[in-house]
């Protein structure tokens, strides 16, 4: 069976960092008085995005090359 996680992971974190960050630059700043001014979506959905980079670079990498 040739099951590799590390594609769906990297595609669903990628997706949701992208919406989270995007959600954080356009918010408006006054959202974030609660948490002393720290843009926590700016923050997180740049973690995110970078994870599921991260994944889907190694899946792209431990690929296998062919079977024979």
Same mark, same amino acid.
């Given at each position: 069976?040739?099951? @590799?996680?590390?594609?769906?992971? %990297?595609?669903?974190? #990628?997706?949701?960092?992208? /919406?989270?960050?995007?959600? %954080?630059?356009? #918010? @408006?700043? #006054?959202?974030?008085?609660? #948490?002393?001014?720290?843009? /926590?979506?700016? %923050? ?9 980079? *991260?994944? *889907? ?8 090359? %062919?079977?024979?």
């Amino acid at each position: 069976m040739n099951l @590799d996680l590390r594609w769906p992971l %990297g595609w669903v974190f #990628s997706a949701f960092g992208v /919406i989270l960050t995007g959600y %954080g630059g356009m #918010s @408006d700043p #006054s959202l974030y008085q609660r #948490s002393l001014g720290v843009n /926590i979506n700016l %923050g997180w959905g740049a973690v995110l995005l970078v994870f599921g980079l *991260l994944m *889907l670079g190694l899946a792209f990498k431990g690929k296998p090359k %062919g079977k024979k």
